[in-house]
């Protein structure tokens, strides 16, 4: 947060006013700030072109903050806990020390290139999000339904049921309704057509699928859907063509709001969620250790919404990490364990910021476009970025199908 907080700070703050046409007695920062940027006629681009680099500037050092914090983490599974107001300090400096290079080529050819691909990289990891968070929230729904059924008598639970089907359908109908605009606004050549098509069918498919599942969750269908729509959006919006694209005559300030909303929901999911680690490749070993004895009491949780294994029936609720019941030495043991295995995997927890990095870099520039009025300045930008957003919602969508397919493709096989 404190990285976004100074990347809106060098894009509207400082870039402002660092302009060759200012009185400014720091010619060198001036000159770095707008180094690149000449080629633009006009005072508005080169504004907008510095503006992006000071964005750039400011996730550079926030990416350089968290490559040598992962590499830290895996030699030392403890140092993302250690020497806090030390990494402060240090950050505070890489982004002081960006401010006197210059952009080109580092921030204007390299580290925009570097940003695009990671925020590729992103996309699929925030498939992963949506899909845990919503798998969760409606497995978590579904038990306080049950729950109230019991202990409330029938009917009860029926208000948690209507709340996540309207939660569904406020998903689905802004997803459709989205796509209408998009057809009635961006419809204007046959290439933003086609996006917008495969958008809404695979969406539909992909529904279809899932209801038709032995495990079906709307929500997740509905979740993946959203964000299939979301990046429909942003993939037409690069489009250079202006004919098909009234988003070129403005400042993309929806894009920008989206973009950072995301980011903020995939901070708060990384820094919060037990899952995180699991997800990006954490091996649980645990979860298969169940003890036999009823008495024990000791269950192991298989997922983030699973149940306590040995409790009665009255003890029955959602549970996190490890449940124990019964000796305390051991529930020191077991927890000293788990908390051994969540700093061993700490590295991959900031590799997922440097993505997420990534991606607030280029939501916040437009994936490196420079345009305004109506017209793109560098239009091969916004047709390559087109591309990269499209190719990865579409291999983000056919991911999703095939964890819906698989298991039908090929019975024999164990997804679990």
Same mark, same amino acid.
């Given at each position: 947060?404190?990285?976004?907080?100074?990347?809106?700070?060098?894009?509207?703050?400082?870039?402002?006013?660092?302009?060759?046409?200012?009185?400014? &007695?720091?010619?060198?920062?001036?000159?770095?700030?707008?180094?690149?940027?000449?080629?633009?006629?006009?005072?508005d681009?080169?504004?907008?072109?510095?503006? !992006?680099?000071?964005?750039?500037?400011?996730?550079?050092?926030?990416?350089?903050?968290?490559?040598?914090?992962?590499?830290?983490?895996?030699?030392k599974?403890?140092?993302?806990?250690?020497?806090?107001?030390?990494?402060?300090?240090?950050?505070?400096?890489?982004?002081?020390? #960006?401010?006197?290079?210059?952009?080109?080529?580092?921030?204007?050819?390299?580290?925009?290139?570097?940003?695009?691909?990671?925020?590729?990289?992103?996309?699929f990891?925030?498939?992963?999000?949506?899909?845990?968070?919503? !798998?969760n929230?409606?497995?978590s729904?579904?038990?306080?339904a049950?729950?109230?059924?019991?202990?409330?008598?029938?009917?009860?639970?029926?208000?948690?049921?209507?709340?996540?089907?309207?939660?569904?359908?406020?998903?689905?109908?802004?997803?459709?309704?989205?796509?209408?605009?998009?057809?009635?606004?961006?419809?204007?050549?046959?290439?933003?057509?086609?996006?917008?098509?495969?958008?809404?069918?695979?969406?539909?498919?992909?529904?279809?699928?899932?209801?038709?599942?032995?495990?079906a969750?709307?929500?997740?269908?509905?979740?993946?859907? #959203?964000?299939?729509?979301?990046?429909?959006?942003?993939?037409?919006?690069?489009?250079?063509?202006?004919?098909?694209?009234?988003?070129?005559?403005?400042?993309? &300030?929806?894009?920008? &709001?989206?973009?950072?909303?995301?980011?903020?929901?995939?901070?708060?999911?990384?820094?919060?969620?037990?899952?995180?680690?699991?997800?990006?490749?954490?091996?649980?070993?645990?979860s298969?250790?169940?003890?036999?004895?009823?008495?024990?009491?000791?269950?192991?949780r298989?997922?983030?919404s699973?149940?306590?294994?040995?409790?009665?029936?009255?003890?029955?609720?959602?549970?996190?990490?490890?449940?124990?019941?019964?000796?305390? !030495?051991?529930?020191?043991?077991?927890?000293?364990?788990?908390?051994?295995?969540?700093?061993?995997?700490?590295?991959?927890?900031?590799?997922?910021?440097?993505?997420?990095?990534?991606?607030?870099?280029?939501?916040?520039?437009?994936?490196?476009?420079?345009?305004?009025?109506?017209?793109?300045?560098?239009? #091969?930008?916004g047709?390559?970025?087109?591309?990269?957003?499209?190719?990865?919602q579409?291999l983000?969508?056919m991911?999703?199908?095939?964890?819906?397919?698989?298991?039908?493709?090929?019975?024999?096989?164990?997804?679990?």
């Open positions: 947060m404190l990285s976004i907080a100074i990347a809106f700070s060098f894009q509207y703050g400082v870039a402002p006013a660092l302009q060759p046409d200012k009185n400014n &007695v720091i010619k060198e920062l001036v000159n770095g700030w707008s180094d690149g940027c000449e080629e633009f006629n006009s005072a681009l080169q504004l907008q072109c510095s503006g !992006h680099s000071g964005t750039y500037r400011a996730a550079s050092s926030a990416l350089i903050f968290f490559v040598l914090a992962a590499t830290a983490a895996y030699f599974p403890t140092a993302n806990r250690e020497a806090w107001f030390l990494k402060i300090i240090f950050f505070l400096i890489l982004n002081v020390v #960006s401010m006197f290079i210059p952009n080109e080529p580092l921030f204007g050819l390299i580290m925009v290139n570097i940003f695009r691909v990671g925020a590729v990289f992103f996309i990891l925030q498939q992963i999000i949506f899909v845990d968070v919503a !798998h929230l409606n497995e729904w579904v038990a306080k049950d729950k109230a059924e019991v202990e409330e008598g029938e009917g009860a639970g029926k208000k948690w049921l209507y709340s996540l089907l309207g939660l569904c359908a406020i998903l689905f109908t802004g997803s459709i309704v989205v796509i209408g605009f998009l057809f009635k606004y961006f419809g204007g050549c046959g290439i933003n057509i086609a996006f917008i098509a495969v958008t809404l069918v695979i969406g539909l498919i992909s529904t279809a699928l899932q209801l038709m599942g032995e495990e969750s709307l929500l997740t269908s509905a979740s993946v859907f #959203s964000y299939a729509t979301y990046l429909c959006f942003v993939s037409v919006s690069q489009n250079p063509n202006s004919d098909c694209n009234p988003a070129l005559a403005d400042s993309n &300030v929806v894009n920008i &709001v989206i973009g950072v909303g995301i980011t903020i929901i995939s901070l708060l999911w990384t820094g919060w969620s037990y899952t995180a680690g699991t997800r990006v490749g954490e091996k649980v070993e645990k298969d250790a169940v003890d036999d004895n009823a008495d024990t009491g000791i269950g192991i298989e997922s983030v699973s149940r306590v294994v040995g409790a009665d029936e009255n003890q029955v609720e959602a549970v996190s990490g490890i449940v124990v019941s019964t000796e305390k !030495h051991d529930s020191i043991s077991e927890t000293e364990d788990d908390e051994l295995d969540t700093f061993s995997i700490s590295w991959k927890l900031n590799i997922m910021l440097c993505l997420i990095t990534c991606w607030y870099a280029v939501a916040l520039t437009a994936w490196g476009a420079v345009e305004i009025g109506g017209n793109s300045a560098n239009p #091969s930008v047709r390559v970025s087109m591309w990269m957003i499209t190719g990865s579409w983000m969508q991911l999703y199908l095939w964890t819906l397919t698989a298991a039908k493709i090929f019975p024999d096989r164990d997804f679990s």
